[in-house]
């Protein structure tokens, strides 16, 4: 432990002697330790963004559709089938379940007349399974469907066509036809992709259908199930079984997993996209190495004359190699630290900012795995860089120091 600690004194003397060389010899891997960083962090952020953006659509892992339907096209009767699903899913005691009907029309009163507008039946548990988000106001309350003004949720560009009126104030829409009546907007909803200029609003399932009787022909409900990954290979059958059993001739149900996690080969993907750009930082950081070696080697050559009075002085082989050795490795590790640090604020900045724009919900703290691949590849660097010198350091004897 002693000779440890000396050669790692020694290592860091060293580096103090000669840190405008270490300093230029090191910047380059600083550099490169802090891409292959934030090539690993901005891989994590990008896979949440994508597992985000795909709960959107088919919910969390693992989510159930269940969807009703009749072979010859009528319509189905949403109240009796959910009665039949509730009576089914009291032995299962799901935590989140949510009705939704897309495909509905409603109109509403404007300024400039009547507009037929797209319109999404929903459950207030259906924004936690899907992972909603709001650029303003709140979600749905399950008591919300009491309220005597029902809220409503609108898209921007509605919201822009309402004068972006403060939702403090209490705007509100009046509807006109089956589901006449006064809604209050209580919150609005970002565009789903760049310059989406849809108007479309969220309704409350119970608050529409107690106004309507039934369903709009063509529109289809479905119940969304969030039960978790490890449930779902056993509930899905089961549950498939339970309702498919008694079921009026020709009616069928689907059931069926809409997560991301469901889709074959959806997580691979994105392992090689993040493989593809740690192997770019990768060759960046081995190119720095080289550099680093190279300038070693070329320091080995004027430090002749130093090494061979040290050898004179009773310096042993191997606390030279381990000099020469540690002196690489502690100032890369240095490098590396400083580059990580580096990253790690940068990105912090940038995902406060959210300049790169991922609308993440659930924004995650810096990933552990890209410091310590980081940190890592900055100590296997040092290594490398400093064992090629200090076997040359070995070469050199006490007349050397003579010669130079």
Not at 37 to 64: H, K, N, P
Not at 186 to 193: A, C, D, I, L
Not at 229 to 258: C, F, H, K, W, Y
């Amino acid at each position: 432990m002693t000779g440890l600690l000396g050669a790692l004194a020694d290592a860091w003397a060293e580096i103090r002697v000669h840190k405008m060389r270490v300093l230029l010899s090191l910047i380059g891997i600083a550099v490169s330790v802090a891409a292959l960083t934030a090539v690993i962090a901005f891989s994590e952020y990008s896979m949440q963004s994508q597992i985000e953006q795909s709960d959107r659509y088919g919910g969390r892992a693992a989510t159930i559709a269940v969807t009703p339907m009749d072979e010859s096209g009528a319509p189905i009767d949403a109240a009796a089938f959910q009665a039949r699903f509730d009576r089914v899913a009291e032995r299962y005691d799901f935590s989140h379940v949510a009705r939704a009907v897309e495909g509905v029309q409603v109109q509403v009163q404007s300024p400039d007349g009547v507009r037929a507008t797209p319109v999404r039946l929903i459950d207030p548990a259906f924004t936690v399974i899907h992972r909603e988000k709001l650029m303003e106001g709140r979600e749905f309350r399950t008591d919300d469907a009491e309220a005597l003004s029902p809220p409503v949720i609108i898209s921007e560009p509605m919201w822009d066509r309402l004068g972006r009126v403060p939702l403090d104030q209490h705007p509100t829409i009046s509807l006109v036809g089956d589901a006449a009546g006064t809604y209050q907007v209580v919150g609005v909803r970002p565009g789903q992709y760049p310059n989406d200029t849809e108007v479309r609003m969220d309704l409350l399932y119970e608050a529409y259908t107690s106004r309507v009787d039934r369903l709009p022909e063509g529109a289809q409900p479905r119940w969304d199930i969030w039960v978790g990954d490890e449930q779902a290979g056993a509930i899905g059958p089961v549950l498939a079984m339970d309702l498919r059993a008694g079921l009026p001739s020709g009616q069928v149900v689907m059931v069926d997993r809409t997560d991301y996690a469901a889709q074959n080969g959806y997580a691979e993907n994105m392992r090689l996209q993040e493989l593809i750009m740690g192997g770019i930082a990768g060759l960046i950081l081995g190119l720095g190495a080289l550099g680093l070696i190279n300038i070693q080697l070329v320091a080995m050559r004027q430090r002749v004359r130093e090494i061979g009075v040290r050898r004179a002085f009773g310096a042993t082989a191997g606390r030279v190699f381990s000099t020469v050795f540690l002196e690489s490795l502690v100032a890369t590790t240095v490098a590396g630290v400083i580059g990580i640090a580096l990253t790690v604020a940068v990105l912090r900045w940038i995902m406060a900012a959210d300049v790169m724009q991922m609308n993440l919900q659930d924004v995650p703290p810096f990933p552990m795995r890209a410091a310590l691949t980081g940190l890592v590849a900055a100590v296997v660097v040092g290594a490398l860089s400093g064992f090629i010198p200090a076997l040359v350091a070995l070469r050199v004897k006490v007349i050397d120091a003579i010669r130079f």
